[in-house]
């Protein structure tokens, strides 16, 4: 059984003080490593690019035309739906970690990672998604690797999302190499 009294963790007295301090903070408590503003900056470039993609994918969704447009559309609709989640998620921590979420529409494509680009056949869009799908993959594994161990539950939430990136990343493949 561990002992509390000469391990490395704080005291349970310790921690019902602390807790008390800064009430105020919500789920920020004295214990939190990370740059708090670093890293809701870090999730507000995120929810952009997150929002950016809803954007891409529906109009991608409703442009998908001719024979071999179902499937894609169907991913794409999908893939939608996916990344609103994925905006619903970065915006819910940013609040808990007591920012603001920002969507503003104007800042949107300027914050994002990944760039809006219509693309006009379907071999284009497929295209376009793959590259975004594939810029995403490359910020949020970075982000991980910022955060460490400094934040463990943004770190999960990024973990989760880089996750599924990857299947987008792969579903976008698969149909790119079918056209
Ligand atoms: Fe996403
Ligand atoms: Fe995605």
């Given at each position: 059984m561990l002992n509390l009294e000469t391990s490395q963790l704080t005291s349970v007295q310790d921690l019902r003080a602390r807790a008390r301090?800064?009430?105020?903070?919500?789920?920020?408590?004295?214990?939190?490593?990370?740059d708090r503003e670093e890293i809701i900056k870090l999730l507000n470039g995120s929810l952009a690019t997150e929002l950016v993609c809803v954007l891409r994918y529906k109009r991608h969704y409703f442009m998908?035309?001719?024979?071999?447009a179902s499937i894609a559309a169907d991913e794409f609709l999908e893939h939608a739906e996916q990344e609103a989640e994925h905006a619903d998620k970065l915006a819910e921590r940013i609040v808990q970690l007591g920012g603001e979420p920002e969507f503003n529409p104007d800042l949107l494509s300027k914050n994002s990672h990944a760039q809006y680009v219509a693309g006009n056949t379907l071999k284009e869009m497929v295209y376009e998604d793959l590259v975004a799908e594939r810029i995403a993959i490359d910020s949020y594994r970075e982000i991980i690797q910022y955060i460490g161990d400094k934040d463990p539950t943004t770190r999960r939430i990024f973990e989760d999302i880089l996750a599924q990136e990857e299947e987008h990343a792969d579903d976008m493949a698969d149909i790119y190499n079918a056209l």
């Open positions: 301090q800064n009430v105020d903070q919500g789920a920020v408590t004295e214990g939190y490593n990370a998908a035309s001719g024979l071999k």
